[in-house]
């Protein structure tokens, strides 16, 4: 399974990009050496702690250089060859084999919590410079955000319909292909309101039950934009205030031609509207 790179990062920021199967075959993961690892956090410790500090000082994520000192503190673990180790070495690398590696050592029994704080941070920078639109499931941020938090943008593709869902950034790829079963079995290839509601940034597409989540929020489907905000902001009603409201000061004229912009920037402190596959899908907040 390969994500898609919606975003082009800007230039002082490291391209990681994703990766296709030709690139060259999946390396098999080693066992983590962490005395290895031990020894190197001890080495560029200071560096990382004030690169930490700026972060969590600024609110934001680590810088590339901070990210580049962790991701080599982390590779030193599974040797030389390994997608963090380069990275730590030149700042670039692809972003599903970092992921595949980074998560692998998350998710080690023997990692200590420093390991895992540091996955967090330097997973976090990653997938920002691939996805520098991707949302947490708070639906605000937080800091410091962690891969658990943020939603990663991810590709998936049921019987040749391609869409995007999000998934946290602590899945990896085979929670990424467990999930792309189920949607087969749910048939979103057929479903446009499901592919709407899943395309949602703030939407986890493996929060447990996709279809109890969306029967809880869909509102409905509408032909056209204008006929949604008719419906989810009472028109009609509306224009019968105005109309009464004139008729009592002997005022009458023959149309009233509603400001759907502003409606719409109404509705959506309310609701989620998404115009797809020739009609529109809402949701609520």
Same mark, same amino acid.
């Given at each position: 399974?390969?994500?898609?790179?919606?975003?082009?990062?800007?230039?002082?920021?490291?391209?990681?990009?994703?990766?296709?199967?030709?690139?060259?075959?999946?390396?098999?993961?080693?066992?983590?050496?962490?005395?290895?690892?031990?020894?190197?956090?001890?080495?560029?410790?200071?560096?990382?702690?004030?690169?930490?500090?700026?972060?969590?000082?600024?609110?934001?994520?680590?810088?590339?250089?901070?990210?580049?000192?962790?991701?080599?503190?982390?590779?030193?673990?599974?040797?030389?060859?390994?997608?963090?180790?380069?990275?730590?070495?030149?700042?670039?690398?692809?972003?599903?084999?970092?992921?595949?590696?980074?998560?692998?050592?998350?998710?080690?029994?023997?990692?200590?919590?420093?390991?895992?704080?540091?996955?967090?941070?330097?997973?976090?920078?990653?997938?920002?410079?691939?996805?520098?639109?991707?949302?947490?499931?708070?639906?605000?941020?937080?800091?410091?955000?962690?891969?658990?938090?943020?939603?990663?943008?991810?590709?998936?593709?049921?019987?040749?319909?391609?869409?995007?869902?999000?998934?946290?950034?602590?899945?990896?790829?085979?929670?990424?292909?467990?999930?792309?079963?189920?949607?087969?079995?749910?048939?979103?290839?057929?479903?446009?309101?499901?592919?709407?509601?899943?395309?949602?940034?703030?939407?986890?597409?493996?929060?447990? %039950?996709?279809?109890? =989540?969306? !029967?809880?929020? &869909?509102?409905?489907?509408? +032909?056209?934009? @204008? /006929?949604?905000?008719?419906?989810?902001?009472?028109?009609?009603?509306?224009?019968?205030?105005?109309? %009464?409201?004139?008729? =009592?000061? !002997?005022?009458? &004229?023959?149309?009233?031609? +509603?400001?759907? @912009? /502003?409606?719409?920037?109404?509705?959506?402190?309310?609701?989620?509207?998404?115009?797809?596959?020739?009609?529109?899908?809402?949701?609520?907040?």
């Amino acid at each position: 399974m390969t994500e898609h790179l919606t975003n082009t990062p800007p230039e002082h920021v490291p391209l990681t990009g994703t990766k296709t199967p030709e690139v060259r075959p999946a390396r098999e993961l080693v066992v983590p050496d962490w005395r290895r690892f031990d020894v190197a956090l001890g080495r560029f410790g200071d560096h990382i702690a004030d690169g930490l500090a700026a972060a969590y000082e600024h609110r934001r994520d680590v810088d590339h250089g901070t990210g580049r000192c962790i991701a080599h503190v982390l590779g030193r673990s599974l040797g030389r060859e390994s997608a963090l180790a380069g990275y730590g070495r030149t700042g670039t690398g692809y972003y599903e084999e970092l992921r595949e590696e980074y998560l692998s050592l998350y998710h080690y029994p023997d990692a200590s919590p420093a390991a895992r704080e540091l996955i967090d941070r330097l997973g976090v920078h990653i997938i920002r410079t691939n996805y520098p639109q991707a949302q947490t499931i708070q639906g605000y941020e937080l800091h410091p955000v962690t891969l658990e938090d943020i939603l990663v943008p991810t590709s998936v593709e049921v019987r040749g319909w391609h869409t995007t869902v999000h998934v946290p950034g602590i899945y990896g790829r085979d929670t990424i292909q467990e999930l792309t079963e189920l949607l087969h079995d749910l048939k979103l290839d057929e479903d446009s309101a499901l592919r709407a509601y899943l395309a949602l940034p703030n939407v986890n597409a493996v929060s447990g %039950d996709i279809m109890d =989540d969306f !029967h809880n929020t &869909f509102v409905g489907t509408w +032909p056209t934009l @204008e /006929a949604a905000l008719t419906s989810l902001c009472e028109l009609d009603d509306r224009e019968e205030e105005v109309k %009464d409201f004139a008729a =009592d000061r !002997h005022l009458f &004229f023959d149309y009233i031609t +509603p400001d759907y @912009e /502003a409606l719409k920037e109404e509705a959506e402190e309310a609701f989620d509207i998404v115009e797809q596959d020739g009609c529109v899908h809402v949701f609520g907040k």
